[in-house]
């Protein structure tokens, strides 16, 4: 039914108008008592085989929502509703800014495929500190919270940016996301360098201890699929040394050529990061080489081109504790999230696997 309705209603309009349009369907769906209880009934079933223990915190599973859906805090409820075990929210800048001009945002149907240039449009990290502040928790669960650069702060000031931004949300953060790895605020990736990457997330995790004394709000860095492997190694190692809780591989990639695009050439040449389908063997390869690397003492999640339980499972199997989607979302419909756990759950009652946890890295341990 979706997949109809997609076609005809949503492919027709303009991406982010759509957008905008099924949030404002979740977002109203949640707020209404007797309709959010049937809905999560019958979205959200519960799986206890998949109960997750992760970066000190326990999720109802391991498949959670990706930065990027929802920026401002604004439908934690509504996605926790539709079945996501965690909702990561942002990216939030420490100011606010409108982000790129429109149109950014592009579908490439054939390819289940997005290019976005959105460019970290949110309300700033004041306002969605407030919102999550005076939030009525409806549905338990986790919230991540993904910050990056305000785009006219120079790279000399990145870090007091990130640090702003640290301190107003990590009280509010089940876990905190450092994003150094969007293609579209000039001059960030450059962040992802070990010599840029070592003081900035040592200034982040000393901003979050000094706002929540009280307990450890677990620190992340979300890595580009565009490093190359002995890059990636060096994040690995650095993760380990600064006592990193995890890493997030990966974000969207400037990648093009060699990915079998099939999409009409003009929205493949629009400029952006390239998220959903195409990315799937490239992040999984990332995320095999991190987990070759650091073991099981850094916590790994798995996202980029997840479609579908095996696509989740495979990431688990990869070294992944968390997985997690968001392009998938757009044309797979609300009963994605639904079709994930069950297959997951499925997997599991098939393989030599006694729990998730004994799944995770179980791939690349074998070829060890």
Known sequence: ???????????RMDPERAHHLAFRWIRLAARVPVLR??????????????RTEALGLRM???FGLAAGFDK???????????GFDHVEIGTVTGEPQPGNPRKRLFRLVPDRALINRMGFNNDGSAAVAARLAAREEVFRTVVGVNIGKTKVVPEAGAAADYVKSAERLAPHADY???????????????????????????????AADRAVPTRRVPLLVKIAPDLADEDVDAVADLAVELGLDGIIATNTTIAREGLGLTSD???????GGLSGAPLK?????????????????????????????????QRILAG???????????YEGPFWSRAVHKGLAARLRTSPYATLADAVGADVKETA
């Open 1 to 11: 039914m979706y997949k109809t309705f997609f076609t005809l209603v949503f492919r």
């Open 37 to 50: 209880t049937f809905v999560a009934a019958v979205l959200a079933p519960r799986y206890p085989e998949l």
């Open 60 to 62: 109802h599973g391991p």
């Open 72 to 82: 401002n805090a604004v439908a934690i409820d509504g996605m926790a509703m539709l």
């Open 176 to 206: 905190l996301v450092v994003n150094v790895s969007s293609p579209n605020t000039p001059g960030l990736r450059d962040l992802q360098a070990t010599e840029a990457l070592r003081p900035l997330l040592t200034a982040v995790r000393e």
């Open 265 to 271: 050439p003009a929205l493949v040449a629009e400029t």
């Open 281 to 313: 063997a490239r992040s999984l390869e990332v995320l095999r080489r991190l987990y070759a690397r650091v073991g099981d003492r850094v916590t790994l999640v798995g996202v980029g081109g997840i479609e579908n339980a095996e696509d989740a499972w």
């Open 320 to 330: 992944a504790t968390l997985v997690q989607g968001y392009s998938a979302f757009i």
